[in-house]
C-alpha cells in the first residue's frame, strides 16, 4: 500500500478553479492507478476521475468531463486534479485513491487499496 495526502481544496466561488494534489509515498507509484472521488454530506462516494499508471489513460465522471483534468508526475510521486467552471454540485470532500492495477483505469471504489484523508472543496453560488 501507499500512503496518500491530498492538498489543494478551499472556498472558491461557483465560476472558479481549484488544483488538487495527492502527494504519494513509496518507490514504485508508477505502477498503481489513481482515482479521484467525492463525498457530499449525507451522499455516497462518487468516482470524479482516473489515470493510469503511466498516465496514458484517464476517465471521467459525466458530470465532471469538459470541466476537471486528471494528471500525474510520476517523478514527483504525485498526482493532480484540475477543476475549472466549479459548480456548487461540486461541493464534497475530495480523495484520491491508488490501485494496484497499473495500466488498468475503473471507475470502482472497492478496486482500490489506499486512500488519503480528503480535502474539503466548497463552492459558493
Known amino acids: 500500500q501507499v500512503q496518500l495526502v491530498e492538498s489543494g481544496g478551499g472556498l472558491v466561488q461557483a465560476g472558479g478553479s481549484l488544483r488538487l494534489s495527492c502527494a504519494a509515498s513509496?518507490?514504485?507509484?508508477?505502477?498503481?492507478?489513481m482515482g479521484w472521488f467525492r463525498q457530499a454530506p449525507g451522499k455516497e462516494r462518487e468516482f470524479v476521475a482516473a489515470?493510469?499508471?503511466?498516465?496514458?489513460?484517464?476517465y471521467y465522471a459525466d458530470s465532471v468531463k469538459g470541466r476537471f483534468t486528471i494528471s500525474r508526475e510520476n517523478a514527483k510521486n504525485t498526482v493532480y486534479l484540475q477543476m475549472n467552471s466549479l459548480k456548487p454540485e461540486d461541493t464534497a470532500v475530495y480523495h484520491c485513491?491508488?490501485?494496484?492495477?497499473?495500466?488498468?483505469?475503473?471507475?470502482?471504489?472497492?478496486?482500490?487499496?489506499?486512500w488519503g484523508q480528503g480535502t474539503q472543496v466548497t463552492v459558493s453560488s
Open positions: 513509496g518507490r514504485t507509484f508508477s505502477s498503481y492507478g
Open positions: 485513491a491508488a490501485a494496484r492495477l497499473g495500466e488498468v483505469v475503473t471507475t470502482n471504489v472497492g478496486r482500490y487499496d489506499s
Open positions: 489515470i493510469t499508471g503511466s498516465g496514458a489513460r484517464t
